[in-house]
């Protein structure tokens, strides 16, 4: 059994979408293994995109991630990692499929809802750096 990390990001849980997610996720098999609230500093934000921190939109993203509250869980599934990337679908929400989570709510390429966990490596540093 495989586990990864799915972020709630603000402008979900801004707009009282939590449980739909939730709802998506439990619907499409995945099980919550562990699921906290956090509000993240700037500094804890950069560290957690620390991978995109030469990128043009780092600064931006790093504020709006610390705008709000956050809700990261630990999910696991058979081929747990790339079944999510498929159900939240891309990044920016115009380009997502059609029935994906980021075509169905996403609002934009930064406030596109949700993160998941991109590969085996990533899901193991992130899921330490919320779930000790
Ligand atoms: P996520 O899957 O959390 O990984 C990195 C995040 O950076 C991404 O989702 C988007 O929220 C954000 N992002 C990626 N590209 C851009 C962009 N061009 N402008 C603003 N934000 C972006």
Do not use: C, W
């Not at 991978?51 to 696991?76: A, N, Q, W």
């Not at 949700?114 to 750096?129: C, G, K, L, Q």
Request: net charge negative; glycine share 4%; proline share 4%.
């Amino acid at each position: 059994m495989e586990r990864t990390l799915l972020i709630v990001k603000p402008d979900a849980t801004n707009r009282n979408l939590i449980g739909h997610i939730i709802n998506r996720l439990e619907k499409a098999k995945f099980t919550i293994v562990e699921m906290r609230m956090v509000k993240l500093t700037k500094e804890e934000a950069g560290e957690f995109y620390a991978v995109h921190k030469e990128r043009p939109f780092f600064d931006e993203l790093t504020t709006y991630m610390t705008s709000g509250k956050i809700v990261p869980m630990v999910l696991e599934k058979e081929n747990a990692i790339s079944d999510l990337r498929t159900l939240i679908g891309a990044t920016n929400p115009e380009e997502a499929a059609s029935g994906t989570i980021r075509d169905e709510i996403g609002e934009s390429k930064q406030s596109n809802s949700v993160h998941a966990s991109d590969s085996t490596e990533s899901a193991d540093i992130e899921i330490p750096f919320f779930f000790s």
